[in-house]
């Protein structure tokens, strides 16, 4: 059952494709319908946001705690902009009494906080230290300058890479999880003398920002 009683037929307000994706699954029992869906919307004005924001207010007038409702974007403006909204359409269709249950959303943010919040959650259990710094772009390429001085790099007979491209091939590697070599060949070919060397260089720079705090 309903845990509030509705007032207006909220999802009345949507589209048929809308009101497909916000109800998805939604009492069904023994998980049936429940399986994964995915919904290709990038163009601006599609209701991406709208849609959303729809389906978390659903899912918590259909008995979904709130607290276990994960709600991801890419900006903190989005995030806010999407509580918001799961808030108002909440108080519209139930009125006063669903009033602050998404401010219980307590896993509604950006994909880098929840990633971050959970690392800091387990860090005991991955060997991390739980008060970890988190750099941005700007910090990382530093630090990897930093390395690449060190190990003598910036002056050699002919130029290697900078911090950007180095950073820029680091990235490729770690994030798709392919090898140095193939990143090179693929992307970087005018790097290539450099595999060696930069396999040292990252290995460097993984030290050193395990040892920053």
Excluded at 52 to 76: C, E, K, N, Q, Y
Excluded at 156 to 166: E, I
Aim: aromatic share 8%; net charge positive.
């Amino acid at each position: 059952m309903p845990r509030f009683p509705m007032r207006i037929s909220y999802l009345d307000l949507l589209t048929t494709e809308q009101r497909q994706a916000v109800e998805h699954g939604v009492g069904k029992a023994n998980g049936q319908g429940r399986r994964p869906l995915l919904v290709i919307a990038g163009a601006a004005g599609s209701g991406k946001t709208s849609t959303l924001a729809h389906r978390v207010a659903h899912l918590i007038i259909s008995g979904a705690d709130p607290r276990r409702v994960l709600l991801m974007t890419f900006s903190r403006r989005a995030a806010a902009e999407m509580t918001r909204r799961a808030e108002r359409i909440l108080r519209s269709a139930t009125g006063s009494g669903a009033a602050g249950t998404a401010d219980r959303l307590s896993w509604a943010g950006t994909f880098h906080a929840i990633g971050a919040r959970l690392l800091r959650t387990y860090a005991n259990e991955i060997g991390l230290d739980p008060a970890f710094t988190i750099h941005d772009r700007e910090d990382s390429a530093d630090l990897l300058n930093l390395a690449r001085h060190r190990l003598g790099f910036s002056k050699t007979p002919t130029r290697f890479p900078l911090k950007g491209t180095c950073l820029a091939i680091y990235s490729r590697c770690v994030n798709g999880e392919v090898p140095i070599e193939e990143v090179l060949r693929t992307s970087f070919p005018w790097c290539g003398e450099w595999a060696d060397a930069l396999k040292k260089l990252f290995a460097a720079y993984v030290e050193a920002k395990r040892s920053c705090r």
